[in-house]
């Protein structure tokens, strides 16, 4: 079983910087991808940037510039570095992991942090 945990949320000024982590644990072979998803109040969670196994990546078009995720394999650590924050990033910030699965190609789930919160604000 995989287990993710969040941290670094905060209070920030817009334009600041904030960096979040997030530990993996228990079937750390298993995992193909990593990434951050985001809700905002009254919003959907959204995907915010990912990255597979074989460092392909994607992100959505609003932090495109301003966001920059990383993983550590060896340290089972992903992190997101955010800059230029802006006010309409308020949100709780979820760490997202695919799980591989026994089973036949395409067997996976996905599994989730507890969330940290990120709130940009004068």
């Known amino acids: 079983q995989v287990q993710l945990v969040e941290s670094g949320g905060d209070l920030v000024q817009p334009g600041g910087s904030l960096r979040l982590s997030c530990a993996a644990s228990g079937s750390i072979a298993s995992i193909n991808a990593m990434g951050w998803y985001r809700q905002a109040p009254g919003k959907q969670r959204e995907l915010v940037t990912a990255?597979?196994?074989?460092?392909?990546?994607t992100s959505a078009d609003s932090v495109k510039g301003r966001f920059t995720i990383s993983r550590d394999n060896a340290k089972n650590m992903v992190y997101l570095q955010m800059n230029s924050l802006k006010p309409e990033d308020t949100a709780v910030y979820y760490c997202?992991?695919?799980?591989?699965?026994?089973?036949?190609?395409?067997?996976?789930?996905?599994?989730w942090g507890q969330g940290t919160q990120v709130t940009v604000s004068s």
């Open positions: 990255i597979t196994n074989s460092g392909r990546g």
């Open positions: 997202y992991a695919r799980e591989r699965l026994p089973g036949p190609p395409g067997y996976e789930r996905d599994v």
